[in-house]
């Protein structure tokens, strides 16, 4: 059984490309991947913006108990054993958008034309579309134990800095390194 991979947002405020830019082409080409058309509202994949300038992409989370396969009243979401992930069976989807109320991250949507639940499925084992064509380089697909990881280094930097406006800013944060060294 593969490993339960996710989108990871891995952004480096530090570095002038190392952010979202808000170009939006995770979700023109994760529509066009799935539905053969440029639709961002046909995307497994959001952009938020949290404030002006700051764009997070955000994914489903492929949680490990998935609130949304235990709403789904017509078995519908059904869990994929290839990918290690709950997919949805558009054959049995009725559209009665109960997964999507369950979603506490608010990602599975409904596709406009087919009137259908969609969320992400990590591109059916492919590389995903949203990472390929990421101009920033900050969508990166990664399973739970590398993206704690990748979480826990990050947090871990952000509290050892000694700036505060790093610590207060949405998006800042120190670089992260494997073997920093503190200059005293």
Sequence with gaps: MAKKRRILYTNRPWE????CSGCRLCELYCSLQHTGAFNPLRSRIRLVEMATG???????????????????????????????IVTVNEEKCTGCREC????????????????????????????????????????????????SEYNRRRFAALLATDDDHLRSSPAGENPVMKNPERKG
């Excluded at 002038?16 to 952010?19: F, N, V």
């Design 16 to 19: 002038a490309t190392g952010i």
């Design 54 to 84: 700051i764009d997070i992409p955000v994914t489903c989370q492929q949680c490990q108990n998935p609130a949304c396969q235990a709403a789904c009243q017509f078995d519908a979401l059904v869990f994929d054993k290839q990918l290690n």
């Design 100 to 147: 999507v109320g369950a979603c506490p991250f608010g990602i599975i949507t409904m596709d406009p034309v087919e009137g259908k639940a969609i969320k992400c499925d990590l591109c059916k084992g492919q590389e995903p579309a949203c990472v390929a064509i990421c101009p920033s380089n900050v969508l990166g697909a990664a399973d739970n134990v590398e993206a």
